[in-house]
């Protein structure tokens, strides 16, 4: 179950991040500048954010197993479409095609892992989720480089095929978890107005920078976007069945943790993405050495994920989901302070990359143990859909809003601005996961032998 889980996962957070790397290749075939860069990563999250909490309730009826293994299938399908893609357009709409089926991958996996797992075995288990998933967002920028380096930007997107159909081999063999209690109905009015909400504001923010805030196609989105979250909150908390439960933000942990996930995730976001940019289109690196730069950050997330989960669980998630972000902050500054025009990876760039990796280590599995670990099992398919959403929608947001921070002309200034601003993002995760997260007793040190349910 937890392989099926990493693996689900990972081929999502794989591509996710594989992708930044071929961006520059990608807008010299096909062409379009930042415009066709910009929405080839946000066509895929804003699909994603928008259509992830209603996976996560169809997750929560109809089955982990069978949603995630319909996801990993259209996965694929997406992913060979973006690989033969004649032009921009093309890819754009088959990049958001994937991030549909991404959607149903991410709150499915997790699902299975918190209703499976309890006490101290379930914070061990998100952590080796966590290292593994966390080292597929890092790792993805070293083999695609060498995919786009070697034989061509379109064979970061085939290359998916393999790990799916490993996947769907191994989930084959794995039955659908029992469930207690009716499945819960889906919340259609919820999900339409849920996903017209999301997807209209962050189009008026991604095309803002070309059109301008008085065009009406930025305004009209915006416009309606707004007006469908208000009435997705009125109608959600007037629903007997909804898509999203307001009443699970009472919970103490879950809600100040995925306010402290907002800001984590959006640091998380634009700094690596401004860290590839800079180490192509500033430094001359190539995408393959781009990428090897990122190596030793994906091994040292690898090597402390797991660990950090198992001491989250024993001493609670506060102290590292506290600790972890200052650290990552402190990477993102060293290279505000360090990286000049004549950049030098391994003095200005590589020892902050390190301390963001690290961080990041300490960080994340805590903080989706704190989140996941407050939640019953049987929403915990709704809870990760939320949780996921909110880190989705963060980072999708954050990209948006990239090209203002760079200020046009991606140099050594602008990559300073991306920085400074992860900096901030990450002492405001920090300072809400201080002040909210609390140890429940749910939490406290458990056998080993209550592990599965």
Known sequence: MLIVAILASFVSFLDGSIVNVALPAIGRELGGGVFTQQWVVDGYLLALGALILLAGAISDSFGRMRVLI??????????????VAPTASVLIAARIVQGLAAALLVPSSLALITSTFRGAAQSTAIGRWSAWTGTAFLLGPVGGGALVDLAGWRWIFAINVLPIAVTLLVARRIPEPHREGRAPRIDLPGAVLGAIGLAGPVFALIEQERLGWTSPLVLIPLIVGIASLAACLIVERRSANPMLPLGLFRIRNFGWGNLSTTFIYAALSIGPLAVTLLLQEVAGLSATTAGLVSLPSALLSLALGGTAGRLAGRYGARLFMTVGPVIAALGFLWQVLAVRPDVDVLTQVLPGLLLFAFGLAVTVPPLTSAVLGSIPAERSGIASAVSNAVSRIAGLIAVACFGSIVGGTFDTDGFARVMGVCVVLLALGSLSSF???????????????????
Do not use: E, Y
């Open 70 to 83: 319909a996801g990993l299938i259209g996965f694929g399908i997406a992913s060979l479409a973006c690989a």
């Open 435 to 453: 002040v909210g997260i609390r140890r429940p007793p749910a939490d406290a040190p458990a056998a080993s032998t209550d592990a599965v349910v």
